[in-house]
Structures are given as structure tokens and as C-alpha cells.
């Protein structure tokens, strides 16, 4: 099957006229809504008769350990609003709701179930939030043409709350193994660092396997340099950058912000990241993205 992808249409409605407030969104032909709703709209939102429908539901916030984490609550139920109102008073961390119903209701529970247990995994696998369900949904049994309609239910649905800027499902994008070498920059120094990265839409990823510099150098631990130097610390202790042996080595894909942040924390020194960051070749990233290749 062909994987191209398509331009689509989505018509986003402001509902109270602001940009902060309440909106729905819909994809062009398809039976899907979505909702998006601070926390504190949800007791002003008994006028949208479709919030009590079923449907599957996102609560967004931060981590209440760690405010520097995202965190998501994923859950189902047969009706969005009285769901959302109960967990106004349950959970404290959220502060939006993103809700995804059928404009002709026409998802049971059985579907809830099927769609609750992939955007659960998914999430787990794009590794984007701290998702706070204690328990697995259990995955529902439906028939394989069921089957087919919530996978496509469900990648409408993906595709919407993108749009609306919560990439719970996405994973890391890499460059496909075929461009792998030359879209891939190199870092290698006498004090340990043996990185690999990549450019991409979202900021600069260091990929799994990357060897981290063992220490910074005593000025990298300056006030001008406290946010690379706090993001390096924080990587070592939740063991993203993990001690193997006598190295310490990325143990997943990690996306940073910039090349120079990515740079910065692969080297425990200042650096220029745009030209750090090197071809096979050797040449500079500056010099890729000056070519426009």
C-alpha cells in the first residue's frame, strides 16, 4: 500500500472567540470531533449538547513531581462532560481537556475500550508525556471491520490533537534508514563524546547509542550556561544518559530543542552547535543548511 500522505482540510471554531478558550475542531470528511477545554471553561460547557455523548478523552498538564515534565490522563466514558466535572475534583494537575467524540454517535463502549487501549500505548511509545493512568486499559474485543474503522478512527484523531499542539502520539521523527547517512551529524572528542544526530522539524535529535563527555568542563558550570547545565544533570539522574561501564551513553532518542542545546550537553562545554555538529564529510551543519540540503 502506497504510505503518501495527503493534504487535508481541518476547520478549527473558536467557540468563545478567544484563542485561549474553548474550540472544536474537525477533519474534512470524517465523523469525528474533536473538543479542546481549559479546565476552567468545563462547568461553562452545558451548551454543547454533543459533550454528553461517549467518548474518549486527554486531561494535560504538568507533572506535579517534576513541573518540568508534561503529564496526560487518557480515559473513556459514556458521557465526556459529567466525566469531566468528576475529574475537576479529583485530579488537580490538569488544566486542559482535549475530547474526541462522533458527530453521530456511533461509538460503543466496545469501541471506547479499543481506542482508550491504543492511545494508551501510543503514548507510552512516543515517550513525549508522563501518562498518569495506574492502571493498563484492558483492549476490547471487536469485530475486524470494527477493527479497521477505530484504526482509522483513531489516526484522524492522532492527526487533530497534533494540530492542536499535544504530540502525545508522535514519535520521534527520524530520517528513513535509506537517508540515514547523509541527513546524520557527528560529534567526536578526546573527552568521550561519540554522538550521532539529526535535523528535524521539531529541533535536533541525538540518537540512542550516543556516547555523553563523562564530565563538564569547570566553566560550563557558569550562570550563562545553567540551562544546558541543569538539562545535562537532569538527563543523567532520570537516566536518559545512562553509565555503561565506563561511558556514559544515551539509552533512547532524545529530542532537544536546538543543536547547540544538543551540542552543549553531548560535550559538558559551550558550544556553537551549527558547527559542531558534522557530516561524514565534515561538513559543518551551517553549511547544510546554507545549501538548503
Request: proline share 3%; net charge neutral.
Amino acid at each position: 500500500m502506497d504510505n503518501k500522505t495527503y493534504a487535508r482540510s481541518i476547520k478549527i471554531f473558536l467557540i468563545d472567540g478567544n484563542p485561549n478558550g474553548r474550540m472544536s475542531v474537525e477533519l474534512s470528511n470524517w465523523t469525528g470531533k474533536a473538543y479542546k477545554i481549559p479546565r476552567t471553561m468545563v462547568p461553562k460547557s452545558e451548551d454543547r449538547y454533543d459533550l454528553k455523548r461517549t467518548g474518549v478523552y486527554l486531561l494535560f498538564g504538568k507533572d506535579p513531581k517534576d513541573d518540568t515534565k508534561d503529564m496526560v490522563y487518557i480515559g473513556e466514558t459514556e458521557e465526556v462532560l459529567n466525566r469531566l466535572k468528576y475529574h475537576l475534583e479529583n485530579k488537580e494537575y490538569w488544566n486542559t481537556a482535549v475530547i474526541i467524540i462522533s458527530k453521530d454517535d456511533n461509538l460503543n463502549k466496545a469501541h471506547l475500550k479499543y481506542l482508550e487501549s491504543k492511545m494508551y500505548e501510543h503514548a507510552l511509545e512516543a515517550g513525549r508525556y508522563a501518562v498518569e493512568n495506574a492502571n493498563k486499559p484492558k483492549c476490547s474485543f471487536i469485530s475486524e471491520p470494527d477493527v479497521a474503522e477505530m484504526e482509522e478512527f483513531y489516526n484522524n484523531m492522532a492527526l487533530l490533537i497534533s494540530t492542536m499542539g499535544f504530540k502525545v502520539f508522535d514519535k520521534i521523527k527520524q530520517t528513513s534508514t535509506k537517508e540515514k547517512d547523509k541527513n546524520t551529524f557527528f560529534i567526536k572528542t578526546s573527552t568521550g563524546t561519540d554522538a550521532q544526530g539529526q535535523q528535524t522539524e521539531e529541533g535536533f535529535v541525538v540518537l540512542k547509542g550516543s556516547k555523553v563527555a563523562d564530565k563538564e568542563v569547570p566553566s560550563f558550570k557558569g550562570p550563562q550556561f545553567k540551562g544546558a547545565f541543569n538539562l545535562r544533570q537532569k538527563l543523567i539522574n532520570e537516566e536518559v544518559v545512562k553509565r555503561e561501564q565506563d561511558e556514559l551513553v544515551l539509552s533512547k532518542d532524545y529530542l532537544f530543542s536546538s543543536p547547540s542545546s544538543a551540542a552543549m550537553v553531548v560535550m559538558g562545554r559551550s558550544a556553537n552547535g551549527r558547527t559542531e555538529w558534522k557530516t561524514a564529510e565534515g561538513l559543518q551543519l551551517k553549511d547544510i543548511e546554507q545549501k538548503g540540503s
